[in-house]
């Protein structure tokens, strides 16, 4: 077998065997395959696609390039989620807790933020203390004491996908469905849990621009997981706006903490409960109905928000910043963006919001950036509402006042203003389970 071979049959459009991919992903992690015959092989992936018996191979090749976690001494079943990437979201805060104060384990390792997007665990280390880097033995000691532990994710974790996703980037190789699940869906499956929840967003802050495409997302990494045993279910939800109001790492914290106080807006309490509601069903803890009424109930009772204290406490961080989020890093500079004119926001460009946080420090454009975790924006005035001219659509924060510039044009041509009222969307469009 030959690189020139694998890449002469997917250029012509012929499935892979197994063997030629694991050939493939094998010898691009040793180094044998150079970096322009992977990145041809990706392109031509791209353009001709995979059938579901080579992305699960692919799948496969990316888990055995490096370590799997067991978490098999948790002594049941465990529970993860992912999403593909939005702005303002917060979800995994509210919902990981949420799940565990209804009695299920979550084990979850988690990414930082790139580009529009944020991470957890950039939002996570807002809190002083708070260990994202746990050994082994914490992780699963934690996710025992208190039914929910999160930590970053361990460098040997699926090494072919860090390579192959650093060429994806700058070769225009990124949306390709089979490469996107199986880059995911590798990294869920080698993290050990059983019950997978995704969350496909869909709209101008997502890589899927359309609801055909990301339910085709859905149904390849639904497929994946069912091939390598594990429960999983999806739900499509809209990114055409951010989630909440909130965007920026502590600034989203402190609001996933209203939402864990029975507060906090309609569209992210909405979207929690209902992923609570599927990965609860999915594990087995009755029926739909039922599982919504519990997770209702974790949130208006303050038993999450236990959770999320007591999984705080666990790893180091300071609990008095969850009790008053007052306590959590703030910027010393602030401005208002105000509406040039009335009517309502018939618009928003999701990704350009996130790019103006990424612009006032709240995220990185490289991976070797820090973030200003006090940095970011809150949102008055979202999509469908209704603003007078000179009235503020929103609070930038910067510790430096010379960031604000150009956040605040790109924040204003996000912002679409018209005389028309648009009809609302709901923020879950779909729920996808076992084909
Ligand atoms: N997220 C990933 O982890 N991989 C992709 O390919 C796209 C989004």
Sequence with gaps: MNIYEILTAKKRGLPLSDEAIDFFVDGFVRGEIADYQASALLMAICINGMNDAETYALTRAMIASGDTVDLSPL?????????TGGVGDKVSLVLLPLVAACGLTVAKMSGRGLGHTGGTIDKLESIEGFDTA????????VARKTGFAITGQSEGLVPADKLLYALRDVTATVDSIPLIASSIMSKKIASGADV??????????????????AKQLADTMIGLGKRA??????LLTDMNTPLGNTIGNALELKEAIATLKGEGPDDLKDLCLTLAQTILHLAGKGDRNRCRRDALRALQDGSALEILRKTVSEQGGNVA????????????YKQEVFAARSGYIVETDAERYGMAALLLGAGRRKKSDSVDHGAGIVLHKKLGD???????????????????????????????????????????LQTVLDR
Aim: hydrophobic letters at 40%.
């Design 386 to 428: 209704a603003v007078h001219a000179g009235e503020s659509l929103a609070t930038l924060y910067a510790s430096d006042p010379a960031l604000f510039a150009e956040a605040e044009t790109t924040l204003l041509q996000a912002t679409v203003l018209g005389d028309r009222q648009p009809c609302p969307t709901p923020v879950v």
């Design 134 to 141: 746990l050994s082994r033995e914490r992780f699963l000691s």
């Design 75 to 83: 002594g049941q079943s465990v529970c993860d989620k992912h999403s």
């Design 321 to 332: 910043q969850i009790d008053n989020p007052d306590l959590l890093p703030q910027c010393r």
């Design 196 to 213: 997978i929840v995704l969350d496909v967003k869909v709209g101008s802050g997502a890589f899927c621009k359309t609801e055909a495409d």
């Design 229 to 234: 045993g594990k429960k999983v279910a999806a």
